[in-house]
């Protein structure tokens, strides 16, 4: 019995297979004959092509001749990348939903987010940061791709990515700058790039585009308040690195007797009025570009006219949130990304935005102090020296020197020891603002400041350090420093410091 068994068991897949061979034979001609139809054939190129065409149909009548979808083409990529190089949404999404992965490496390790970067794929680039791609993995050489939309000039993708990799920004600013891409520098600074961002060596964004010629990226990052006299750590300024590069236009470009207004002390009143004038200015720039772009498409809603900017001193803001996570932010589309975000524990604050950062360097430097009497030296294309005592004004401006002195202070480099300084305090008539500049460090018009909003009403505040403020639940904070790229807050009943980043007007 058992012997006959086996036998018809034997006999029946011989049936069975005779019976399919020409069932799979006629499929696989019905297949091919309806992709010539189409105008295609059962190949890989072909393949391909139909993923760059978003042809979904036709990409069907392929799977359905058990052709593999994870068929690669000679640079190693998937249909996934060919359709995000292309645009082709409907392609990719046929795909994704056939298993393939989101972020697919392919060709040196490229994910199709990165393929749609280099291809300036802008709408594809969004489309797949909502799918989930990862904006934070690399290719074979290390490139993130923000970087890599950096470096293609793909300026819609910079602003697609910024949000996602603020890490990245101020590095991409430079890399920006390095490459001569005055659009990609616009939109960084849009997102929160600094441009007082730094390379080790302290050559800042102005100085790079400065020496390898970049014309644009140069008028573009002064325009922007990049510092005109700021030097890198050798003690150059970008005029002299652009000089010693060979570009002499662009050392006139930086390089220029000072400006009334420059040569001035700022109110409180005078910087808000600056920022709120900035911000405002970047938000309408960013709209007409994305309306030049996508004409059809909604920019993104905002009032058109914000109550002027006030000092956040002794202001109560909006209640505090529980701050949330980047991988809650992530999975929940509904979280408000203009609320600060970190990768720690929750805490409780109140939901400010930095929209804006200011510095403003004054081009009088202290050369020397000999009793009562400073040498100054005044910036320009031919630098003037000055002898100025108390009393005395600084020529073509309201500034009054108020006092000059040599003092002693604790020294920050040999802690319990004393260093002798240099000062002149200085008085602006027009203003009433007062300042004191110290021999050997840049002298400025203000305090560090920033622009913050509520993101709860949309009110905007100027913060300097040392200013205190509450939330509508009493809990009260204290501006401990304003950096560049970040506001540092601390609770005073925790004693807790959290930061807030520089997000840009668009972030």
């Known amino acids: 019995m058992k012997g006959f068994s086996r036998g018809m068991t034997h006999t029946a897949i011989i049936v069975i297979s005779t019976t399919m061979i020409p069932s799979c034979k006629k499929r696989a001609d019905t297949v091919k004959s309806d992709l010539r139809e189409a105008g295609y ?11 760059r065409g978003n042809d979904v149909v036709a990409m069907r009548k392929f799977v359905s001749g058990d052709f593999s979808i994870d068929t690669r083409n000679a640079e190693g990529n998937s249909a996934l990348h060919e359709a995000a190089a292309n645009g082709a ?32 794929q802008t709408e594809m680039v969004r489309w797949l940061l909502r799918q989930g791609a990862d904006p934070r993995l690399k290719d074979q050489d290390g490139f993130r791709p923000l970087m890599l939309a950096v470096r293609e000039g793909s300026t819609g993708s910079v602003a697609e990515l910024a949000a996602y990799d603020r890490e990245d920004l101020d590095p991409a600013l430079l890399l920006a700058a390095l490459v001569g891409q005055a659009d990609v520098i616009d939109s960084l600074t849009n997102y929160g790039a600094s441009v007082y961002a730094r390379m080790e060596d302290g050559r800042t964004p102005l100085m790079i585009a400065a020496e390898n010629g970049h014309v644009e990226s140069v008028k573009l990052l002064l325009e922007i308040g990049a510092g005109r006299y700021t030097k890198n750590s050798d003690g150059r300024t970008a005029a002299e690195i652009a000089s010693d590069a060979g570009y002499p236009e662009i050392v006139a470009m930086i390089v220029r007797d000072p400006l009334p ?3 001035a002390l700022e109110s409180p009143e005078q910087i808000a009025e600056s920022m709120d004038a900035f911000v405002d200015a970047a938000i309408e720039k960013s709209d007409q570009a994305a309306s030049a772009v996508e004409p059809d498409s909604k920019a993104i809603a905002h009032d058109d006219y914000h109550a002027p900017s006030i000092l956040i001193e002794g202001e109560t803001l909006s209640s505090p949130v529980a701050e949330r996570t980047t991988a809650e932010v992530r999975a929940n589309t509904q979280v408000p990304t203009s609320i600060a975000v970190t990768d720690n524990k929750s805490f409780e604050m109140p939901p400010l935005v930095m ?39 600084i020529p073509g401006s309201s500034l009054v020197v108020v006092r000059v002195q040599r003092r002693m202070e604790d020294s920050k480099s040999n802690p319990g020891g004393h260093v002798e300084i240099s000062t002149v305090q200085l008085r602006d008539d027009s203003t009433g603002a007062t300042r004191e500049w110290i021999a050997g460090v840049s002298s400025s018009a203000h305090d560090p400041v920033a622009l913050v909003e509520d993101a709860a009403t949309g009110k905007r505040y100027i913060a300097s350090p040392g200013q205190r403020f509450k939330a509508a639940d009493g809990s009260e904070f204290l501006i401990s420093a304003v ?3 970040q506001l540092v807050i601390e609770e005073l009943a925790s004693g807790e410091v959290r930061t807030i980043p520089l997000r840009g007007p668009r972030g």
């Open 41 to 51: 054939q059962l190949t890989a190129e072909d393949w391909f092509r139909a993923s």
């Open 483 to 485: 950096r560049p790229n």
């Open 261 to 263: 207004g420059e040569l």
């Open 355 to 393: 929209r804006h950062y200011r510095e403003r360097e004054i081009p009088v430097g202290i050369e020397t102090v000999q009793g009562d009497t400073a040498t100054l030296m005044i910036e320009g294309p031919s630098p003037k020296t000055l002898k100025v005592r108390a009393g005395d004004s």
């Open 89 to 120: 949404q409907d392609s990719a999404d046929y795909l994704l939903d056939r298993g393939m992965a989101v972020d697919l490496p392919g060709g040196s390790e490229r994910t199709p987010l990165m393929a749609a970067v280099v291809a300036d």
